[in-house]
């Protein structure tokens, strides 16, 4: 199995920019497709962006498209996802997961292995 820890996550205002990252532990980080989920209070977890083991297919939210960019680093076990075009919308916690197998799917029931989340707050 893989664990996962998020961070980078904080306050910042609307148009700023946050870099979140993920690092991964266990089982070799590149058997893994990833993912960006978020859910805000009230909320139900919603779909952010996502990406091949290799990192050559990427799928992002519509929500995000043109503002997000998830992005991986095998030698480094770690995923990325900027976050530029910040709006207070974007606000949530937002979770890394892990999917065994290369499904670049925004199913969150695809994935097998979550982090802790790390807490994005846009203020306007």
């Known amino acids: 199995q893989v664990q996962l820890v998020e961070s980078g996550g904080g306050l910042v205002q609307a148009g700023g920019s946050l870099r979140l990252s993920c690092a991964a532990t266990?089982?070799?980080?590149?058997?893994?497709?990833m993912g960006w989920f978020r859910q805000a209070p009230g909320k139900e977890s919603e779909f952010v962006a996502a990406i091949s083991r290799g990192g050559g297919e990427t799928r992002d939210a519509d929500s995000v498209k043109g503002r997000f960019t998830i992005s991986r680093d095998n030698a480094q076990n770690t995923l990325y996802l900027q976050m530029n075009s910040l709006k207070p919308e974007d606000t949530a916690v937002y979770y890394c997961a892990a999917n065994f197998g290369n499904l670049v799917s925004a199913d969150d029931r695809q994935y097998q292995y979550w982090g802790q989340g790390t807490q994005v707050t846009v203020s306007s």
């Open positions: 266990g089982r070799t980080f590149s058997s893994y497709a």
